[in-house]
């Protein structure tokens, strides 16, 4: 049933799809197209047969200085078993139209103890002649695991017959961050939910796991140190990640050419760490009754020594030369839990900050700032804006702008941020947990529009925007857990997926790139993947037919 | 969270203090009923959704509690081999207070499907993993005898599969009404014995429909839970999808005289009238409830376009004494609907859509299906409106589940429109200030799912427990269910329930947690039979492109490749599609600035 057109104005053209009035034919999808968008595609306006289910049609064959490359096995493994779309039968030989893929990596195979970091290749070329053998070349085996993945979308089957298109490629990501955050402190994520979600980044190029473990709700993370942590703070004892979790995680995301980025949020938001005594300031409401704690108490010297510890362990478990160290909202408990306490009144009194909280957030973020000075001299801080907005961040620090309600506010924190010299990455437009009825990927403004915001897009000189990293699309976990993140996250940040990869120039059109998004999302579902519909009727050839 | 709890809440329930201990291996349902396979096969289905995750490796100790070991189920009525009609009695009473046994008493095979449910609410697993049955004393009946889900299967297919798990969750849920629109403007997966052409032209592919072994399968399932299964065929509107009857649908206009997509049915033709009449006979066999959905909605645009704009159709109206008035041929059209499906089987109620009702064609004794408003007083002044005349009346109005929005929406989200508008929980069907006796005529509700958005992917997150705040408000007494917040830790218990049993119900309400996660490695109970759960394979309607042929394109360097291949019939006809959509919006562009 439609609402009729008349009560919702001119937003409803664009949301309802009477006759198809403006919802694109709900078959139209591309036949080999990729996403993201390519750097440098040029099709050579030829598919050819390459073989049926039955059949073998592709052989991937790496070259000798990464023939035992790990990372490269399993990927292998992993397109022609399961997502080039996929083969049914691995046993089956090759034969005429068999095509063969060659994969060179100039660089070699990382060691094991190599994990993805800030400075990664991603770059690729890749060749689909018209006959004869495909190649995809790297300098570094990340860029190869993109190649492959673009690769495998020229594949497309129909009636039963795969075919590829030809094309040569040559693509490397426009920003250097582009990934997802995950919340598994509003509701817990099974490790199974998590690892999906890396598969499904890795399959639209996407390079960074925010990973927001803990928070007001829950601890789930297990400390070795601190087991009270997670005892006291986690929903139930089923409701945690052991290290070997963690570590199966971390790993996994690597051999998909993915990092994992720990967020460990501090000084707010900490109202599941009452597993450490003496951890969270004392609060007060107006009336004096005690309410709980969301805040750390900074003036206590134990409490440092707690954090080293806990830190030292964190940058023990996660490899990842980016920390993120939050920051956020602290303005919402400084009055009850700072102002408002006798003892840290007396502090602030003797430090000289008179009733000025700021100046304490000042002194905790100096604080942290020496604690983790001999632990993480390798490592790259990021905080949330407020720590650039109202505090004074490690110079060196990156800075994760999340405010603004509108365009202009978004672009005005982008163009502070970088003008002081701080790198940055976005996030206030991708915010994904904030649902909305219809195509909200490419409309609805600030409440939508993903496809169309710009990091770049500011104010600002050629070395401003040069220290845009990228960003990250939220999926904050108030409303989401493993029941419905999946489709709630994807193609809607598939959408975010391509403009953090793509040349901005040529992905100007949400609806000239709809055809190709159409392609990939039905492609994550026949990989096995909740990919839900977001632009109007439409189907795909292979549906969702599982739990 | 609460322990135990009942949801939709039973009219009266009490109770004990106590629960008995009970051992999921040896627990049994019993009844003297014997052969009857409707109940047979619910205690099938209980004895395992009872105890969601239980493995009989696990080991049981009771301690110091008495365990309970059976429930006794007496049907008064015996059994039945009838599908469920709206009359059907759902009432029943459990005792679970007794150490001897737990008794379920109702008067019909549906009362105790009813019952089966809500004693399964009652049992609870407590953290150390040991199972417990509540004491407490249930007499029970609905308030509304429809309550109602609208699945659309036309602007997204939806697998066999994934309507039954959602027939499941009904069922869970005390819902007994599944109304399926079948087809729409956007395609036609309902396959026709006597028009094989409906669905091989009108379906997205000849994958996507639903053979009438399937479609009995899915009347079967439903009937298994005490669902009825109402078929919606939507006309004379909304009807783009059934061009596989040459002739059947009238060619429309744009203002400028320009070709659109056709949408509306020719009433003015003979051989629509013998198509409709085969065509509607065939499906009123082959669908078992006395009610039977025939749409109505939403014809203005284009009575407009392809009647007033067809030459063929104003000029048959000329001649037949309508002079340019398309509102006596939509008189004339549903005149006749009713004459054909009267003359096939006068023994079917017809529901239509609101709008029909405005034009005293429906016959007595029809049912109107509300569902415009954008406010809670439209909706209600509607409600009144229909039963000041005497119709019957289902609600949709506020239930709109396909329109989502950030938050808790069941319960604590009261925007100003319908489509800002949650608050699920409390749109009640009879909040209107009318007589007793219009009240009466309020048969219920259902909560749609309109398929824009939605195919298997996020179809039972989307709906649930989003859907079960409706499912309360149309069982349970409104007297007692004032209050999301006290409802809230039940729905709690009941959202965790359902997940437990192998289903993605979502997180409706904020940071919460379960004792167990969903994981799509559960078991899914509502697959008894896997091979009806896919759709038959078959070919494509697309021909592939010969071995390595050579697709062209205008453009050797343009990054996309070519939307399809050129050659084939899907993405020739959608390209047509883009041109009307492409036309149509630059004319709703001139409209607008016009205007």
New interface residues.
């Given amino acids: 049933m439609l609402i009729p057109l008349i009560l919702l104005g001119i937003l409803s053209l664009q949301t309802f799809s009477q006759e198809f009035l403006t919802a694109p034919p709900p078959g139209l999808r591309t036949d080999g197209g990729i996403w993201p968008l390519p750097q440098q595609i040029q099709y050579l306006n030829h598919s050819r047969s390459i073989g049926t289910r039955r059949s073998r049609p592709i052989q991937i064959i790496l070259d000798e200085n990464v023939n035992d490359c790990d990372i490269l096995k399993f990927t292998k493994k992993t397109y022609l078993r399961k997502w080039l779309l996929p083969f049914e039968d691995e046993a089956s030989t090759n034969d005429s139209t068999t095509l063969f893929l060659t994969v060179s990596v100039k660089d070699g195979c990382p060691k094991s103890n190599d994990f993805p970091q800030q400075g990664m290749d991603e770059k690729y070329s890749l060749s689909v002649p018209k006959e004869g053998n495909a190649t995809l070349e790297a300098k570094e085996v990340w860029g190869a695991l993109r190649g492959l993945e673009t690769f495998s979308q020229l594949v497309f089957l129909e009636d039963e017959t795969y075919y590829i298109q030809s094309a040569n490629i040559h693509d490397f990501p426009r920003f250097s961050v582009r990934g997802i955050l995950i919340d598994t402190s509003r509701h817990y994520l099974p490790a199974q939910t998590i690892r999906r979600q890396i598969d499904l980044m890795a399959q639209n190029k996407m390079n960074v796991l925010h990973w927001h473990i803990v928070d007001i709700e829950s601890f789930p993370y297990i400390s070795k140190r601190f087991p009270n942590l997670s005892e006291k703070g986690a929903f139930t004892p089923r409701h945690v990640y052991d290290s070997k979790t963690v570590q199966n995680i971390i790993h996994y995301a690597r051999l998909r050419g993915i990092r994992v980025m720990i967020e460990i949020d501090t000084p707010g938001h900490t109202g599941s760490w009452k597993g450490q005594p003496g951890f969270l300031a004392d609060c007060s409401s107006p009336t004096g009754e005690k309410i709980p704690s969301n805040i750390l108490d900074p003036t206590k010297k134990e409490n440092y020594k707690f954090l080293a510890e806990f830190f030292t362990e964190i940058l023990e478990v996660f490899p990842e030369k980016f920390l993120h160290l939050g920051g956020d909202e602290v303005e919402y408990w400084t009055e009850a839990c700072w102002r408002q306490n006798p003892e840290i009144r007396r502090f602030m009194k003797l430090h000289g900050f008179q009733d000025n909280v700021t100046a304490l957030e000042d002194y905790y973020f100096s604080k942290l700032q020496q604690l983790l000075a001999p632990i993480a001299s390798e490592r790259r801080q990021i905080f949330w804006q407020e720590v650039f907005d109202v505090n004074v961040p490690e110079p060196n620090s990156i800075i994760h702008i999340w405010k603004g309600s509108t365009k202009t506010e978004r672009a005005e924190s982008l163009a502070k941020v970088t003008a002081a010299g701080h790198q940055a990455i976005l996030s206030s437009c991708w915010y994904l947990n904030y649902i909305h009825y219809g195509d909200d990927w490419k409309s609805g403004g600030i409440n939508g529009d993903y496809y169309y915001c710009d990091p770049q897009d500011f104010n600002g000189t050629d070395a401003q925007k040069a220290l845009v990293l990228g960003g990250i699309a939220t999926m904050w976990g108030e409303m989401v857990d493993s029941t419905n993140i999946e489709a709630r996250l994807w193609p809607r940040a598939s959408a975010v997926a391509e403009r953090l990869w793509s040349n901005p120039l040529a992905t100007k059109n949400a609806d000239e790139a709809w055809p190709r998004l159409h392609e990939h999302r039905c492609r994550m579902v026949a990989r096995g993947f909740r990919a839900q519909p977001i632009n109007g009727p439409s189907f795909c050839h292979n549906e969702w037919l599982l739990p | 969270m609460t322990k135990g709890g009942v949801w939709p809440l039973p009219w009266s329930i009490t109770y004990l203090n106590d629960s008995f201990s009970i051992n999921p291996s040896t627990f049994q349902f019993t009844t003297s009923l014997t052969g009857c396979q409707i109940i047979d096969r619910a205690f099938q289905r209980y004895r395992i959704i009872s105890f969601p995750g239980y493995k009989s490796s696990s080991s049981f100790y009771s301690g110091k509690a008495t365990t309970v070991n059976s429930v006794s189920v007496t049907v008064s009525s015996g059994c039945s081999t009838d599908y469920p009609q709206l009359e059907m009695d759902e009432s029943y009473s459990i005792d679970s207070t007794s150490s001897n046994g737990s008794t379920i008493t109702a008067n019909s095979v549906w009362g105790t499907l009813r019952a089966l449910e809500s004693f399964s609410h009652l049992i609870y697993k407590d ?1 150390s993993g040991q199972w417990w049955l509540r004491q407490a004393k249930i007499s029970d009946s609905p308030r509304f005898p429809h309550r109602g889900i609208m699945l659309d299967s ?4 939806l ?1 066999v ?2 309507i039954k ?1 959602n027939l499941e969750l009904m069922a869970q849920n005390k819902m007994n009404v599944f109304h399926w629109h079948l087809v729409d ?3 036609f997966p309902y396959t026709s014995t006597k028009y094989p052409d409906m669905s091989a032209k009108g379906a ?2 000849p ?2 429909v639903y053979s009438v072994a399937q479609i009995q399968d899915i009347i079967d399932f439903a009937r298994d839970r005490g669902i009825r299964v109402i078929p919606e065929f939507d006309t004379p509107g909304h009807a ?1 999808g059934w061009h596989g009857f040459p002739g059947l649908l009238s060619a429309c206009f744009d203002h400028l005289g320009n070709s ?2 056709p ?1 509306i049915i020719d009433p003015t033709q003979t051989q629509n009238w013998n198509f409709l009449l085969n065509f509607f006979g065939e499906a009123l066999d082959l669908f078992k409830d006395n009610y039977f959905h025939f749409g109505g ?2 014809v203005l ?1 284009d009575m407009l376009q392809c009647w007033s704009r067809n030459k063929n159709v104003s000029s048959w109206m000329e001649a037949n004494n309508m002079g340019n008035d398309t509102s006596l041929l939509l008189n004339y059209y549903y005149r006749n609907l009713v004459q054909r499906v009267q003359q096939h089987k006068n023994t079917t109620t017809m529901i239509f ?1 609101e709008e029909v009702f405005d034009m005293n064609v429906a016959p007595n004794g029809s049912v109107a299906h509300a ?2 408003g ?1 406010t809670m007083k439209d909706i209600m002044d509607e409600m009144f409106d229909i039963t000041s005349r005497g119709h019957r009346a289902i609600l ?1 109005t506020c239930w ?1 589940l ?7 929406d069941w319960g604590y989200i009261n925007g100003n ?3 800002t508008r949650g608050s699920y929980y409390e749109c009640d069907p009879t909040n209107f200030n009318g007589t007793a006796a219009q009240k009466a005529l309020v048969l219920g509700g259902e909560a ?1 799912m ?9 179809l ?3 709906m649930w427990p989003r859907a079960s705040a409706v499912a309360e408000r149309l069982w349970s007494d409104p007297a007692q269910t004032t209050s999301a917040d006290a409802a809230w830790p039940r729905l709690h218990e009941f959202r965790c329930r359902m ?1 437990s049993r ?7 309400n ?4 379960c ?1 167990d ?6 078991p ?1 109970y509502s ?1 008894n039979n896997p091979s009806t ?2 759709p038959p394979a078959g ?2 309607t ?12 205008d453009n ?10 050129s050659t084939t019939t ?2 020739a ?2 390209s047509m ?2 041109f ?2 492409v036309t ?2 630059i004319i ?1 562009a001139l409209l ?1 600035n016009v205007f």
């Fill in positions: 953290t036309a602007r997204h297919y697998s599969n994934m798990r403007t956007e395609s997205y592919t994958k996507h783009g659109m997509l949408n909605d939403e645009d859509w569902w415009k954008e949709s709109y396909n329109y989502i929005r950030y938050g808790p429109g319908t489509m749609p309109w398929g824009e958005f939605v195919d298997g992917t996020n039972i997150p989307r997940m192998g289903y993605e119900v979502e997180p409706p904020n940071p919460d947690y004792p996660f969903w994981d799509v490695t559960l899914d697959n759960t896919s070919g494509s697309t021909s592939p492109p010969a071995g390595g042929s050579t697709t062209t394109t050797p360097s343009a990054t996309s490749p070519p939307a399809g291949d899907t993405s006809a959608c599609h883009t009307f959509s149509l919006t709703f607008l």
